[in-house]
């Protein structure tokens, strides 16, 4: 039997939240690149996608207006960002509102 250098637990589940920290920070940065190819150019300007958890968009939404056009829009939304990232990335969105920052 090969004697193998036993590794910390701690090591272990460590390694395992940076890699998805990671994964989530890379999924954010590209649909941060491709948001204004996702939605429309003017939907872009009220709209800032801040933040992916548990596979959740999380969009600031300048105005009830949008915010509402934007629902409506949100299965569309997600098939266009799963379809441009090549994965299914995000299985939700869920809209606030708030101060957009560009």
């Known amino acids: 039997m090969k004697n193998e250098q036993a590794v910390p637990v701690g090591q272990i589940i460590e390694a395992f939240l940076e890699k ?5 920070a890379t999924t954010q940065v590209k649909i941060l690149d491709n948001w204004k190819k996702i939605i429309t ?18 969009v ?3 105005n ?3 915010l ?3 629902t409506l829009e949100k299965e569309k939304i997600i098939q266009k960002i799963n379809k441009t ?12 509102l708030g101060n957009v920052r560009f």
């Not at 998805?20 to 989530?24: D, E, L, N």
């Not at 003017?42 to 959740?56: D, E, F, G, I, T």
């Open 60 to 62: 600031i939404v300048s």
């Open 85 to 96: 990232l090549k994965q299914q990335a995000i299985d939700g969105i869920r809209f606030k």
């Open 68 to 70: 509402h056009q934007l």
């Open 20 to 24: 998805g920290a990671a994964q989530r």
């Open 64 to 66: 009830s207006a949008w």
């Open 41 to 58: 150019k003017k939907a872009s300007q009220c709209a800032q996608p801040v933040l992916v958890r548990n596979k959740v968009l999380v």
